[in-house]
């Protein structure tokens, strides 16, 4: 048997393609694909006056490191590049180092390229994204051919590498094409311009003009460029491959399987109003119903925050203990609970935004960033100032404390959010040889500070938060996953089904609640849901699944939502594992159905998905199904009606798959196929 679609796995062509890009470029110290101004030369690779030498090692069975090194002949500025090949994937990955190794400053250094090389190809199409900033047209994925001399230029806003834009990019040729990830939790830039060959794509910091001092080290973004043959559907499915394999933080050894999360806060501002008495009940409660969670979230509020009229707002950062007055044992009680009923505590923290009069800012104010407030700005932003993690002594505070609260209270899942554009505070009062130095210098200590987080606290992963998604490049990504990607649109179905999309695509373990605001009284509370309601279910399912319901009431069907909480758990592995299948275009409309499909083709099974959404006139949808072999029979059931029903591969292929559902409903078919169901 087999399926007649181009495999989502990696093939000889793809690695063929890959190595006839990178082959190019990685094969000499001269080649290599970084370029920047020394003095006002340029330089490009490292050049053979600098003496480079090369060494090669087998780091295990599916990565090869490469590292280049030389140093100018002055003696003052030392590179080094380190590289990395997939044996499993065609994909190369760099990032570039560079060291003041001289008694005295360096030349100066401008315009810092990670990547400046051309890749030929005919017909070039950029597949982009705006990235996240609250608003529903977030999370667009756009299509744009280059004309001749055409160039196309990308650059997030204020420092959060996915404000506005997206580090991800897939350029498509004629019958290849390449998949590009700028890896850096700062300030990037990326264009891409068509030549008579292909196409010529640059990336790195935006802003470098510096000096190094003696003992100072910058870096480039961590570049990975992924070769693939086939067309843009086909790459998605390699990345997702590669991404699960290579890229998922596997915090006990195993990849991040999907969670259930549930919470309480007892209303009020965020988690002000929690305590240890109301979490240990509310956790209890949820144990009761018979939902039994993996993850028990506490959000902001859980420290010190009271302002000086003694009312507590969780936006007073910087003091970072238990509240002593609502969690006088720390929340270990808290978590002990949870890890007795095999659920882990995820605790929220924002440790680089310290507010005016925190603890932070009262006992070290000399690792603190600050700027004039702009005009018109309210009082909090007026009262932030900027943890600096490029100062190591502050770096290593924050570490040395942060895991002590992890330990004392049994944190599983270190939540860490930013609500800062951290570009002004960076550039405030940099001299004119330096600009980009603190950018640098920061990112390097927020990545050293999650590596040592990490390391010290086996089985611990992190989730990674920035006023919703706006710091999730793919080097913040190796250590974190992104659960809470944006501050929008919560209980929205048709937009956040339209973020999923993008999501599927590029960053495949995310959450979603079953929270929906159309069955919210005017005055009704948007944390949590109405009534038990299946649709919010549907419109939820992610490999991540928070549980919206208020379990300080009585009037839920909870039985109905252990039902769905099991369906939800038989599906999120194949939304995780599965290889992705869109069936219908990307929308934002209530007016519309949305499908897609899920294929573990190495277990003949998958499911398919259909939404119809409330304004939706049509009442039935007809889908061809991919990947599915067509000599062989499939066995496709609907947990919530009990139906079962069988197709050959050939018919659900070509003829297609029909769902027929009321508005604002949705089903899940799981298949198998009837050799691999035993049947």
Not at 659 to 665: A, E, G, K, W
Request: charged share 25%.
């Amino acid at each position: 048997m087999r399926a007649l679609d181009c495999p989502s796995g990696t093939t000889a062509a793809d690695m063929e393609q890959c190595r006839r890009w990178s082959a190019r470029f990685l094969s000499a110290a001269q080649d290599l694909p970084l370029s920047f101004r020394y003095d006002g030369a340029r330089v490009r690779g490292i050049p053979a006056a600098w003496n480079p030498v090369v060494s090669r090692r087998r780091i295990d069975a599916n990565l090869v490191e490469t590292v280049f090194k030389g140093t100018e002949p002055q003696g003052d500025l030392h590179l080094r590049v380190e590289c990395l090949e997939y044996l499993d994937y065609p994909v190369v990955e760099w990032t570039v180092w560079l060291s003041c190794v001289g008694k005295g400053p360096t030349g100066l250094i401008e315009d810092l390229l990670a990547l400046d090389e051309n890749f030929a190809g005919v017909a070039p199409v950029v597949h982009h994204c705006n990235g996240d900033f609250y608003s529903e047209d977030g999370y667009t994925p756009l299509e744009t051919p280059l004309a001749s001399g055409e160039v196309l230029a990308f650059a997030p806003r204020g420092g959060r590498p996915c404000d506005g834009a997206f580090p991800y990019f897939r350029v498509a040729f004629s019958s290849v094409g390449l998949s590009l990830a700028v890896g850096w939790p700062g300030q990037w830039s990326a264009s891409f311009a068509r030549t008579d060959e292909g196409v010529h794509v640059t990336a790195g910091q935006q802003t470098t003009h510096l000096r190094l001092r003696p003992g100072e080290r910058i870096r480039t973004p961590r570049m990975t460029v992924m070769g693939w043959v086939g067309e843009p559907p086909r790459a998605v499915n390699l990345w997702r491959r590669w991404y699960r394999d290579h890229v998922l933080p596997r915090p006990d050894g195993a990849p991040l399987s999907p969670k259930l999360a549930c919470f309480c806060n007892d209303g009020g501002e965020e988690f002000t109003q929690a305590s240890e008495e109301n979490q240990l009940r509310f956790m209890e409660a949820f144990s009761r119903k018979g939902l039994a969670y993996d993850v028990w979230w506490i959000d902001a509020g859980w420290y010190p925050c009271a302002d000086g009229r003694g009312e507590r707002h969780w936006v007073q950062t910087g003091t970072w203990e238990p509240d002593p007055e609502r969690f006088p044992r720390g929340l270990g009680p808290v978590s002990r609970l949870a890890a007795a009923t095999g659920a882990g505590l995820l605790l929220w923290f924002e440790p680089e935004r310290v507010m005016r009069g925190s603890a932070l800012d009262r006992e070290h104010p000399q690792w603190l960033l600050d700027i004039p407030a702009p005009a018109g700005a309210g009082a909090a932003r007026a009262e932030t100032k900027l943890l600096n993690l490029g100062d190591a002594q502050c770096r290593q505070w924050l570490t040395d404390h942060v895991c002590r609260l992890i330990e004392d209270n049994g944190v599983r899942v270190y939540r860490q959010d930013f609500n800062l554009a951290p570009l002004p505070y960076w550039q405030q009062g940099e001299a004119a040889d330096r600009r980009g130095v603190r950018e640098n210098l920061h990112v390097q200590g927020y990545l050293q500070f999650w590596d040592d987080l990490l390391a010290r606290n086996p089985g611990l992963w992190i989730d990674s938060c920035a006023s919703g998604g706006r710091r999730n490049d793919l080097e913040t990504m190796r250590r974190s996953v992104s659960l809470h990607y944006t501050d929008y649109g919560y209980g929205i179905p048709a937009v956040k089904l339209a973020f999923h999309h993008t999501l599927y695509a590029w960053l495949p373990y995310f959450k979603d609640s079953t929270l929906l605001w159309d069955t919210l009284a005017p005055d009704g509370d948007k944390w949590f849901d109405a009534v038990t309601d299946p649709f919010g279910y549907h419109c939820g399912m992610a490999p991540m699944l928070t549980l919206a319901c208020d379990i300080r009431r009585q009037d839920y069907d909870y039985a109905q939502a252990r039902r769905l909480v099991a369906i939800w758990r038989r599906a999120a592995g194949l939304l995780l594992y599965g290889d992705y299948h869109p069936l219908t275009p990307l929308h934002r409309g209530a007016d519309r159905w949305v499908v897609w499909q899920f294929d573990l083709a190495a277990g003949g099974e998958g499911l398919v998905q259909g939404i119809r959404h409330r304004d939706c006139g049509e009442e039935t949808m007809t889908v061809r199904l991919q990947a599915l072999c067509p000599d062989a029979d499939y066995v496709l059931d609907n947990p919530e009606t009990g139906t079962v029903v069988t197709f050959s591969g050939r018919t659900l292929r070509e003829e297609g798959f029909t769902f027929t559902l009321p508005r604002r409903s949705g089903a899940i078919w799981f298949y198998r196929r009837r050799d691999a169901a035993g049947t």
